[in-house]
């Protein structure tokens, strides 16, 4: 169940965070208006999850919130989740970068594709090493499935979430991917 300071977040113009436990350890979502602005996963305490996004307070979250973090808690324990009606806020990226994140959000459960794959997608075939970034700075892991992406000889890659390719490598089996 997600903490609460019981306050209701009271505007659509600011972030509001909230922190849960899941089998990846504590979890945060960040979010604004309907938009979610951040996820992060495998913090060891509720402190450390605040923390990371710089906040001081969890918030109630609303309805839709609880289902975002009901659907990362199943998620996490290694259920099949569908996280394509989440919404995103992708203000603070390119053009170029919205467009990974979205073809990221493409690949499907079970599947992997590389970096250059990505790349050929999103019609930028020589920016793998770009994909890879876009990657690396993945603002809303889980919701955008950046652990599917591997490198082309079929290695991992990297990630840079806590523990990265030890938890690369759980969702990987978790989906059956490898």
């Given at each position: 169940?997600?903490?609460?300071?019981?306050?209701?977040?009271?505007?659509?113009?600011?972030?509001?965070?909230?922190?849960?436990?899941?089998?990846?350890?504590?979890?945060?979502?960040?979010?604004?208006?309907?938009?979610?602005?951040?996820?992060?996963?495998?913090?060891?305490?509720?402190?450390?999850?605040?923390?990371?996004?710089?906040?001081?307070?969890?918030?109630?979250?609303?309805?839709?919130?609880?289902?975002?973090?009901?659907?990362?808690?199943?998620?996490?324990?290694?259920?099949?989740?569908?996280?394509?009606?989440?919404?995103?806020?992708?203000?603070?990226?390119?053009?170029?970068?919205?467009?990974?994140?979205?073809?990221?959000?493409?690949?499907?459960?079970?599947?992997?594709?590389?970096?250059?794959?990505?790349?050929?997608?999103?019609?930028?075939?020589?920016?793998?090493?770009?994909?890879?970034?876009?990657?690396?700075?993945?603002?809303?892991?889980?919701?955008?499935?950046?652990?599917?992406?591997?490198?082309?000889?079929?290695?991992?890659?990297?990630?840079?979430?806590?523990?990265?390719?030890t938890i690369k490598v759980r969702l990987l089996r978790n989906e059956?991917?490898?």
């Amino acid at each position: 169940m997600a903490r609460s300071t019981g306050q209701e977040p009271d505007g659509l113009d600011q972030d509001h965070v909230t922190i849960f436990s899941s089998a990846f350890g504590w979890m945060a979502v960040a979010w604004k208006g309907v938009s979610l602005t951040r996820v992060i996963f495998g913090q060891s305490t509720p402190q450390q999850a605040l923390a990371v996004l710089g906040a001081s307070e969890p918030h109630r979250p609303p309805r839709r919130i609880q289902g975002i973090v009901r659907r990362l808690q199943r998620f996490s324990e290694g259920e099949r989740v569908d996280f394509s009606s989440v919404q995103l806020d992708l203000s603070h990226l390119t053009a170029f970068q919205q467009r990974v994140i979205r073809q990221c959000r493409a690949i499907p459960y079970g599947a992997t594709v590389n970096y250059g794959e990505l790349a050929r997608q999103v019609g930028s075939p020589r920016a793998a090493r770009a994909v890879g970034n876009v990657m690396a700075t993945n603002r809303f892991p889980l919701v955008v499935p950046c652990h599917r992406v591997v490198a082309a000889n079929g290695a991992l890659g990297g990630y840079s979430a806590p523990n990265g390719l030890t938890i690369k490598v759980r969702l990987l089996r978790n989906e059956k991917a490898w």
